[in-house]
């Protein structure tokens, strides 16, 4: 079974301040990862993912995720923080163990609010 | 980039009506698409993967017989919440899973707001 945790409902950060939102997971083969975010009443927007290779992934609108196979963790970062970064942002993870295994697991989502 | 569509983008309805949602892939085929649910201020939950030619498999507490879906071609899959309550009230998403990415990515629709009154 693959599971996803991200222990904070909300981060609050200043404008120009840099974000970071956690995400921890749990998968019995090698993980797939990926970071959405998602504004009121929209579907989700895909912001990055890793596969393999750099741990360090580089994302749309200046998002980045480290990966951290022995802390099994997938963290969302960004160095200077916006207004309109405000959103409910979803970790997700896909346990590739073979043919058929496609399902994504999501975190319960952290909503991140920027102050001006 | 693979863009998927909803539609309708929300609805409101009566209780005891039905209420079909058409999720479509635009750009790409998709011979697996999946249904969530999300309720506010929560995560989206996996209600069924739908197949193309093929019934769809649902997950666990979830009534095939209240929530059809049908996939009837590589570009479109629809739900249709049946006698529709309430409790039926949600946030429907659709994903499609492109199996050309690298990864046999999933690309979401935008959502579809339910509201039965």
């Known amino acids: 079974a693959q599971s996803v945790a991200q222990p904070e409902d909300q981060v609050n950060v200043a404008e120009g301040n840099p974000l970071t939102v956690k995400c921890t997971y749990s998968?019995?083969?090698?993980?797939?990862l990926f970071w959405y975010v998602q504004y009121p009443n929209r579907g989700l927007q895909f912001l990055l993912k890793y596969i393999t290779g750099d741990n360090l992934v580089k994302g749309s609108y200046g998002f980045e995720a480290e990966f951290n196979k022995s802390q099994t963790s997938f963290h969302l970062k960004k160095p200077s923080a916006l207004v309109s970064d405000s959103a409910l942002y979803f970790c997700?993870?896909?346990?590739?163990?073979?043919?058929?295994?496609?399902?994504?697991?999501f975190g319960k989502g952290t909503k991140l609010s920027v102050i001006p | 980039g693979a863009v998927v569509s909803q539609h309708p983008s929300w609805v409101i309805c009566k209780s005891g009506t039905s209420v079909k949602i058409e999720c479509r892939s635009l750009?790409?085929?998709?011979?697996?698409m999946f249904w969530y649910r999300q309720f506010p201020k929560q995560s989206l939950m996996l209600m069924a993967t739908s197949n193309e030619g093929s019934k769809a498999t649902y997950e666990q507490g979830v009534e095939k017989d209240k929530f059809l879906i049908n996939h009837a071609s590589l570009t479109l899959s629809t739900l249709t919440v049946t006698s529709a309550h309430p409790e039926d009230s949600s946030f429907y998403i659709c994903s499609a899973r492109d199996l050309k990415s690298e990864v046999d990515e999933q690309f979401f629709g935008p959502g579809t707001r339910l509201t039965v009154l």
């Open positions: 997700a993870v896909r346990d590739y163990s073979g043919a058929g295994s496609y399902q994504l697991t």
């Open positions: 750009d790409f085929q998709a011979t697996t």
């Open positions: 998968v019995s083969g090698n993980p797939y």
